[in-house]
């Protein structure tokens, strides 16, 4: 049941950027804390924005920790604050809705290796256009409910 709630929601990510036109694709990575200091990295698509300043912002992650995996497929909404430029750098806000499968690399015998979880968070970061193919992001994830990552330091590149 649980692979088939993680795959279901893949696809539907999937579909609604294949409907949505033209597309920005990007890497992130960074720091990330669920209880244990691990290192994460991952992709993003950009250009589905339901108004200039509002956009939906589909990623897909996987963080490394000692003795478990954590796979993320999410969807970040970012309000931008156009208006705010601070030296290139424009400022956002959102929230994510995402879903994270945890995989323990050395389950004990009789137990599960891994459990899928949705999870809630808040983020806050800058984006600098780098210029008319790329940009350059950096953002500030707090996770409010008991499975999303306590926090997440990213960096990304979007290729336009």
Do not use: C
């Not at 990623?59 to 970040?76: H, M, P, T, Y």
């Not at 995989?103 to 599960?112: I, S």
């Amino acid at each position: 049941m649980k692979k088939i709630l993680f795959l279901t929601t893949a696809l539907i990510l999937v579909a609604g950027v294949a409907a949505a036109g033209p597309m920005a694709f990007g890497v992130r990575g960074g720091y990330v804390d669920a209880g244990d200091g691990g290192f994460f990295a991952g992709g993003h698509v950009k250009g589905l924005n339901i108004t200039p300043e509002i956009a939906l912002v589909p990623n897909v992650e996987v963080a490394f920790f000692d003795g478990f995996k954590l796979f993320s497929f999410a969807a970040d909404a970012n309000y931008s604050f156009v208006e705010a430029d601070l030296n290139g750098f424009i400022p956002y806000a959102g929230g994510e809705l995402g879903l994270h499968m945890f995989k323990w690399d050395d389950a004990p015998p009789g137990f599960d290796d891994s459990y899928t979880k949705m999870g809630i968070s808040i983020l806050g970061g800058l984006e600098k256009s780098l210029d008319e193919t790329k940009s350059l992001m950096f953002e500030l994830k707090i996770g409010l409910s008991d499975y999303a990552p306590d926090m997440k330091f990213t960096v990304g590149l979007t290729f336009f």
